[in-house]
């Protein structure tokens, strides 16, 4: 009897061959679709609310770090109602933290010298100049050294329109602590003293000061 031929099976495609069949532009939309993605990123970069929004943020963490819930709050709050949604994450998360200082009901009897500052401190954001000049005294009397309670003195100084006062004890704080002169060169506490050539000097040294 004649034996019946078996058909040949079928070889499957090497993998070369089987990545040679997949669509000709598949890599070519993979790249579309990732130069899009960049631009969408880039856009939200240029964007002018976004960048308005960073401003935000930046300047009530600035406030934030100073100690000034109230104002930082109303940064924060114009921040989450902007177009980041990381930005606005991040803004809740302080703004939580400004809210909770700001009703925190203050300790019965301050007693140590951070105590007292940050009772001053508090009095100062809420206008009420005399209580602050008391526990930043008092502060200062328990830490005379303590170149933040200065600055704060500084500062509540130049808010009761104490120019000499304020600019005796800014110096101070800036040789108990160079930082502090960055620190005072955006802090709108000393708003009046903007014009004054000897608060110029003081916090831009590397400035010629004309004769």
Same mark, same amino acid.
């Given at each position: 009897? &004649? ?9 499957? =495609?090497?993998?070369r ?5 997949? $669509? ?6 993979k790249?579309?679709?990732? *130069?899009?993605? =960049? ?6 970069? %240029?964007?002018?609310?976004v ?8 300047? =009530? ?20 109602? @902007? ?7 991040? &803004?809740?998360v ?5 809210i909770?200082?700001? #009703? ?5 009897? $301050? ?8 009772? @001053? ?5 809420? @206008?009420?100049w005399d209580? &602050?000049?008391?526990?930043? #005294?008092?502060?200062?009397? /328990?830490?005379? +050294?303590?170149?933040? %309670?200065?600055y704060?003195? &500084?500062? /509540?100084?130049?808010?009761? =329109?104490?120019? *000499?006062?304020? /600019?005796? +004890? ?16 955006? *802090? ?7 014009e004054?050539?000897?608060?110029? #000097?003081? /916090?831009? $040294? ?6």
């Open positions: 009897m &004649a034996r019946t031929r078996k058909k040949p099976r079928k070889q499957a =495609g090497s993998p061959q089987n990545q040679s069949r997949r $669509p000709a532009n598949h890599k070519k939309t790249a579309v679709e990732a *130069d899009r993605a =960049g631009q969408r990123v880039v856009a939200k970069l %240029v964007d002018p609310q960048q308005q929004q960073l401003k935000q943020y930046e300047e =009530g963490v600035r406030l934030f770090q100073q100690q000034k819930f109230h104002k930082a709050r109303q940064e924060f709050e114009r921040v989450v109602s @902007g177009p980041s949604r990381e930005l606005a994450d991040r &803004a809740r302080h703004l939580r933290i400004c909770q200082r700001i #009703e925190r009901p203050p300790a019965a009897s $301050p007693r140590t010298a951070e105590d007292h500052y940050h009772r @001053g401190v508090a009095m100062m954001n809420l @206008g009420h209580e &602050a000049r008391d526990h930043l #005294e008092r502060a200062r009397k /328990l830490a005379p +050294k303590a170149d933040h %309670v200065i704060a003195l &500084a500062a /509540l100084d130049c808010l009761t =329109g104490e120019a *000499d006062a304020a /600019l005796d +004890k800014l110096k101070l704080a800036i040789e108990l602590r160079p930082e502090n002169r960055y620190h005072a060169r955006n *802090d709108e506490d000393f708003a009046f003293l903007q004054d050539p000897r608060f110029t #000097e003081l /916090l831009y $040294p590397e400035r010629e000061v004309p004769a």
